[in-house]
């Protein structure tokens, strides 16, 4: 669900004026200038690559399984690389690198409606009409964008999906979106001339001051920002992270040939550059009837695969303890199975996946009963796993924002980073 922005300014709005514009007004001497001092990727920066499952998945028949139980379904829990933690057996080669990833199995976050469901994920904060709150990439974004002078590509990437509104902390920080073939629309010159490209921006830089000096609002700036970004976008070496095929063949077998696992590896190679959030989108998991057979067959063997490459590729490269991985959708599915052979919504007791990132990893956190039904250790809600993400990256949780409103909102709505998992 694409939510709505401040004074009702949408993302696709923005990048309608710049289409507009690169089609009818220009740049500077950028190109030279921009290729030539085009940064190159620094180690040891932080991030966190966000896995959104979009429709609400099964986690009863993924991360928390119940053998024995009639709500157990039809798979068997395996064993994995971390001592005394089990999953499904349909998730083998993720099961191997589970020693750098974890399990909070006490999810508990009421919220059972989808697009309520992901607000609240999202953002630490139960949807308020008084206030458009900020889905945490932005406030990623928000935080440390600006601190590395060095990117040229927005520091917010949603690869495959809208991820949701920047809020009060304005466009500059909404997720910018890409296909998982790395497309972004108007993002080509095509023919036009560094030249002809400066003519049409210093008229552009004409008609924005003019507007910017009537002083009728905010609007005007955050377009100007937002264009020059583009402008930047455009123009940087940095686009070359969007490219997944100039990887070896070797390592794009490896994440596997499909939209997600490419997603994967766009989000590794844009960590690279210093994107400090990526968000990536695998939706189809609202499986009301024939659960067991879709997640045998289509859903689980994808996921397996893409985590487990990702995991495996970040440990290898040196990066699994700078970048943190976060998995979840809006909420899970019930542990009774419905006569469909499917499990419905359900927010009381669920998982969700949290590793790399220094974090202590290799353990699930909380539990659930023998039949799933209800958390039988504390419970966390998606505030403290922001909480933890914020922790993991350098970011004190102790910042507060303001809204638009004038009033004070906390980051991760106050939550609280998990013991367990920051040692």
Request: charged share 20%; glycine share 10%.
């Amino acid at each position: 669900m694409l939510l709505p922005t401040p004074d009702g300014m949408s993302r696709r709005h923005f990048m309608r004026h710049m289409a507009a514009a690169a089609a009818t007004i220009p740049t500077l001497d950028f190109i030279a200038h921009l290729n030539a001092h085009a940064a190159t990727a620094k180690k040891n920066q932080k991030a966190c690559i966000l896995m959104w499952m979009g429709g609400g998945p099964p986690t009863i028949d993924i991360w928390d399984l119940k053998p024995g139980s009639k709500n157990g379904g039809e798979f068997k829990p395996i064993d994995t690389a971390a001592k005394g933690v089990q999953i499904s057996e349909h998730m083998p080669k993720t099961a191997a690198q589970f020693d750098n990833l974890s399990i909070v199995r006490s999810m508990s976050t009421r919220e059972a409606d989808h697009g309520r469901g992901r607000y609240y994920m999202h953002t630490g904060y139960v949807p308020n009409p008084t206030v458009v709150h900020p889905v945490f990439g932005s406030v990623v974004s928000h935080e440390l964008t600006a601190k590395r002078k060095e990117l040229e590509v927005p520091g917010f990437i949603s690869i495959g999906g809208g991820a949701g509104s920047p809020g009060y902390l304005g466009q500059m920080n909404a997720p910018f979106v890409v296909d998982n073939n790395g497309r972004i629309r108007n993002a080509d010159m095509g023919d036009i001339t560094p030249q002809r490209m400066d003519q049409r921006l210093n008229m552009l830089g004409v008609i924005e001051k003019n507007f910017i000096d009537s002083k009728r609002g905010e609007l005007p700036a955050s377009h100007k920002d937002v264009y020059s970004k583009a402008v930047n976008l455009m123009t940087s070496k940095q686009m070359e992270a969007f490219q997944v095929d100039k990887e070896d063949a070797k390592t794009k077998e490896l994440y596997g040939a499909n939209p997600f696992g490419r997603s994967l590896l766009m989000a590794r190679r844009l960590v690279e550059v210093g994107v400090p959030f990526i968000e990536v989108e695998l939706g189809g998991w609202d499986l009301h009837a024939n659960v067991f057979n879709t997640l045998k067959t289509q859903r689980l063997p994808t996921l397996d695969q893409g985590i487990a490459a990702l995991t495996a590729d970040l440990k290898q490269r040196g990066m699994i303890n700078d970048v943190t991985l976060v998995w979840m959708g809006e909420f899970a599915r019930t542990p009774r199975i419905n006569q469909d052979t499917g499990r419905d919504h359900w927010a009381a007791s669920w998982s969700t996946m949290i590793g790399g990132g220094g974090l202590k990893n290799g353990q699930a956190v909380g539990a659930t009963d023998a039949d799933g039904i209800a958390c039988t250790t504390k419970t966390y809600q998606p505030g403290d796993i922001w909480a933890t993400v914020a922790h993991a990256m350098g970011i004190p949780t102790t910042i507060v924002h303001t809204s638009k409103n004038g009033r004070p909102m906390k980051i991760a709505n106050g939550g609280t980073p998990i013991a367990e998992l920051i040692g």
